[in-house]
């Protein structure tokens, strides 16, 4: 402890510890579970950090080829990003039951890709949008692209099938 009363550790380890012996999902139904809940949703809130600056912002997103693809004006999450790439998207159902509610956590890492460049062009096509359009505008739209390397998911469904209701996976 700190002496601010607070124990940090425990607080911190409260779900891993509670989660040691509760049912694990097989890796393969997981991915599959989350991959349909990803496919019923398509907002987000993406958080950076970094030079100084917090943010967690909305933002809309596409999932496809094992990352999310979300265009952006730009803002304030740049500088987090310049300098800091680690982030985290936050998705969940608007069900406000315990028993059927579903949310994923999604740690990863972000990256800014070059304006108009290869991988820009395939996001364009991924989010059905002609790069004309974007080449048109009077400003540069951002595209960054967050590659996941941790899923937690929670959902109380799951524990009608024997499951713990919070889930996760490293990518």
């Known amino acids: 402890m700190d002496g ?7 607080a911190a380890n409260h779900w891993l510890d ?10 393969g139904d997981l ?8 496919g019923r949703h398509k ?7 970094g030079a100084g600056v917090v943010r967690n912002t909305t933002v809309e997103y596409v999932h496809a080829e094992g990352a999310f ?4 004006e730009g803002g304030l999450k740049f500088r987090a990003l310049r300098e800091n790439s680690n982030v985290c998207l936050a998705i969940h159902d608007d069900d406000t039951s315990f028993d059927t509610l579903a949310g994923l956590q999604v740690t990863g890492t972000a990256e800014v890709l070059e304006p108009f460049g ?20 009077p400003f540069v739209m951002n ?5 996941p390397t941790r899923y937690d998911y ?12 919070r889930q996760r996976i490293d990518l």
């Open 154 to 165: 929670v959902s109380g469904r799951l524990k009608e099938h024997g499951f713990s209701a």
């Open 118 to 137: 290869t991988e820009y062009e395939r996001a364009c096509r991924l989010r059905g949008i002609p790069v004309e359009r974007l080449r048109e505008l």
């Open 18 to 27: 509670q989660e040691a012996g509760e049912a694990r999902m097989p890796a």
């Open 31 to 38: 991915i599959a579970e989350v991959e349909e809940f990803l």
């Open 4 to 10: 601010s009363g607070i124990d940090w550790e425990a």
């Open 69 to 72: 693809w979300i265009v952006s």
């Open 43 to 49: 907002i987000c809130a993406l958080a950076t950090a």
């Open 143 to 147: 595209i960054i692209k967050v590659t």
